[in-house]
């Protein structure tokens, strides 16, 4: 037997905060004053005037694909052209070998109206595919353009845009689906490669306090292979550590025909301890800055309303067919048209299913009591809530009134009921739970980003929410989310445990991000720290 008494802190527990928490053999067995839960048996753990909270899960996040980037040409470390050219360049030269230049990470906010150009990239003696920081576009070079075939006369996919010169001339952008003309032709992962980018994802998701999460898309999407039997294969090995729900994805190309796959695609992970396959992912729309966010009235500017990528029609007949089988959908919308289908398409499902729907930027406010009528979880990805050059330049000039108005309305949706989950999107931004919350409660970007003094203006503060809010969607709110026994720290659940060198309740808000993971323990064992 093993016991580990947490004290010298405070503990976060859901009415308030206790003294110290003790810990047998994985389990939480005790929480509350130190004087009464002391054990001379137990070794103590000095959380050192920090804060133990339960463990993070991350409820909206893509880990393989991260692993992949990491260990490719990686962007998302700098910002603008000249230090995307100067990492290319470095990455090419320290790869001779490679067919390709692969990787990712660059912002649109780097460039002219967000968009690139291949000729940028004309340097290279090889085919260039970079993906953006948002996955929803990749910046190619001629060379690759060329080997995918592409020239002003190839048509635009269903569910994606060619980027064009005026002459018709493709710029080297490829929007959404547009991303497979060139992605699919990219040098696979070897099985390997796809299991150590797992395992490295999921030590640097430790680092961060993250002890579980929700992967948002496993299955094959732009260009990127199928990660189911990677996580099968490592989970198998018993290298899974963290608490994991697959969301399997639905192939917008394809209708209801592919239902009895995603059974046999869940039915393939029962049994395993650490993962399983419950989820279904479906993209409704794209993103407000190249226009393929679905919106209710034109955007300003350029006109367009964006893409539904399921006719609203069938996705009600889609998601009460996937309902009905015990799935639970977890829905990409963006614009506020896309959460008004995904919404009408819950109507009458069973919410015990826990459907959710991430993202969320642009809600009506008519739209907002729906969240809590229907049962519909709402899963924040705060970091995007400030003011940054992709916000003020590219996104709000072409919302316009009062739609700029309607972004990322979390304390709205506190206010009339609604469940609230959290997750990062990682590699889209950061993985880190704490940068996330300061967001969440000041509404600017944390310290440190790349954007960090772009303005100290906060981003309609009115929707900000308050720490104890915030931290408990990331825990208690994402654990329920994935159906997890973790998140709470109370008596019989297990001991998924973060230590914070800082408690940020006793510290300015403005500090929160400030906050560093010391330690971290799945089943009270420590993984990191």
């Known amino acids: 037997m093993t016991e580990t008494l947490f004290h010298g802190g405070r503990v976060f527990i859901p009415d308030g905060f206790a003294e110290a928490a003790l810990v047998r053999d994985g389990v939480i067995t005790a929480v509350g004053p130190l004087d009464e839960i002391r054990n001379s048996q137990a070794e103590p753990f000095d959380l050192d005037g920090g804060l133990l909270t339960p463990g993070f899960t991350d409820s909206h996040v893509h880990p393989v694909q991260a692993g992949l980037e990491r260990a490719l040409c990686e962007l998302s470390e700098v910002y603008g052209l000249d230090a995307y050219l100067h990492e290319i360049a470095a990455y090419a030269a320290a790869h001779p070998d490679r067919e390709w230049i692969n990787g990712g990470g660059w912002d649109m906010a780097a460039f002219p109206g967000g968009l690139p150009h291949r000729e940028q990239l004309d340097f290279l003696d090889r085919p260039a595919y970079l993906i953006q920081r948002d996955h929803h576009a990749a910046w190619v070079n001629t060379r690759a353009l060329e080997r995918a075939g592409i020239s002003r006369d190839t048509p635009d996919p269903a569910d994606g845009r060619i980027e064009r010169d005026p002459d018709g001339t493709p710029t080297g952008v490829l929007h959404e689906g547009a991303m497979d003309l060139v992605g699919l032709l990219t040098p696979r992962p070897t099985s390997q490669d796809q299991e150590a980018a797992l395992l490295d994802a999921q030590q640097h998701l430790f680092s961060l306090g993250i002890t579980g999460w929700q992967d948002a898309i496993v299955g094959s999407y732009a260009g990127s292979d199928d990660q189911l039997p990677t996580y099968l294969s490592v989970a198998g090995k018993g290298l899974l550590q963290a608490r994991v729900v697959a969301a399997l994805w639905w192939d917008r190309t394809r209708g209801a025909e592919q239902i009895p796959s995603l059974v046999a695609r869940r039915a393939a992970a029962e049994g395993l301890d650490r993962f399983r396959a419950t989820s279904v992912k479906i993209m409704q729309d794209g993103i407000a800055e190249n226009f393929t966010a679905a919106v209710i009235e034109p955007y300003c500017r350029c006109g367009g309303t964006g893409l539904s990528y399921v006719e609203p029609s069938l996705l009600r007949a889609y998601v009460r067919e996937l309902d009905q089988l015990g799935f639970q959908v977890h829905f990409h919308a963006i614009g506020e048209r896309a959460v008004r289908e995904v919404l009408d398409s819950l109507d009458g ?74 997750g990062s999107d990682w590699p889209v931004s950061s993985a880190d739970p704490l940068e996330g919350m300061h967001v969440a409660v000041n509404r600017v970007e944390p310290p440190g980003s ?56 006793v510290h300015s808000s403005e500090e929160i991000a400030l906050t560093k993971v010391r330690a971290t323990f799945v089943d009270g064992r420590q993984v990191f720290g």
Not at 457 to 481: C, H, N, V
């Open 450 to 505: 790349h954007h960090a003094g772009h303005t100290s203006k906060p981003f309609l503060p009115g929707q900000a929410l308050d720490l104890r809010t915030i931290m408990t969607a990331y825990t208690e709110g994402s654990a329920w989310l994935n159906d997890s026994p973790a998140g709470v720290i109370e008596p019989g659940r297990p001991a998924d445990l973060v230590v914070l060198d800082r408690d940020p309740f």
């Open 349 to 422: 499902t069973d919410p015990a299913n826990r459907h959710h729907i991430a993202h969320l930027q642009i809600i009506t406010p008519d739209d907002v009591p729906r969240f809590a009528s229907l049962g519909a979880v709402a899963n924040l990805q705060p970091l995007w809530a400030a003011h940054s050059p992709q916000m003020d330049e590219l996104t709000l000039p072409y919302l316009g009134e009062p739609r700029s108005s309607w972004q990322y309305p979390f304390a709205d949706l506190v206010a009339q009921g609604a469940r609230l989950a959290a």
